[in-house]
């Protein structure tokens, strides 16, 4: 069917839809005019006998995308880039109990490709780049943020990190403090552990000093880190 053009559908004595005369079409609200291939249909029955199986796909075109634009004044877009909603957000909410509610996976081998890339370069009060909100009861572990780097590499010089920072740009305001990775004070447990590391702590850039006296006396003020320098070569915090 190219096209159906319809005020109301009026269903008949059988499984069909009746199509009123021309006197009627306009009178009593019955279909204006019925297309079936390029052409027009009179009076008569139109059976509609829609079947979707398993196999039925429905895939989305920039096409679709265009003509949804129209239709919801052009809040989604397209470009080479992909597809882009321009008003508001975009969710997914679930009560599905897969293990993963929303999977981005990739396999491409490009260099530097991101699976999930997160920008934003607007000028707002405040912004967050990745929020991750967990709540509920729960009767087995929990974790906010789990990263698993099972990468592996024979290159020679090739770093591998579980979590890289890098935190630039010009924060100078009076009374400003620009922290690489801060965390609060946890709070609830039986037990809180602000940060649990198993394996070496490395601070190259700072100093070594034997003791906090000797940090204090290198210029160092309450709060610094500093290197005892010995072995094991331990960082401790000027108190």
Known sequence: MDTLYTKHLYPGTTNTYQVGSPALQYLDGYFQNVY?????????GLEIDPAFTASDAFPITAGDIA???ALISSQWTTDANGIHYSLGSVGF????SATELVSMYSSDGVTNSPVLYVGDNSASVDSTGIRVSMSGAKTDYTDGIYITN?????????????VRIRNTGTWNGAGATNYGLYIETPTGGTTNVGAYIEGDVRVPSLGAYANNAAAAAGGLVAGDLYRTGGDPDVVCVVH
């Open 36 to 44: 079936v291939n390029g052409v027009a249909v009179g009076g008569g």
């Open 67 to 69: 003509g949804w634009d």
């Open 93 to 96: 909410h679930t009560n599905s």
């Open 150 to 162: 099972s990468s592996t590499s024979s290159t020679a010089g090739a770093d591998k990190f579980g």
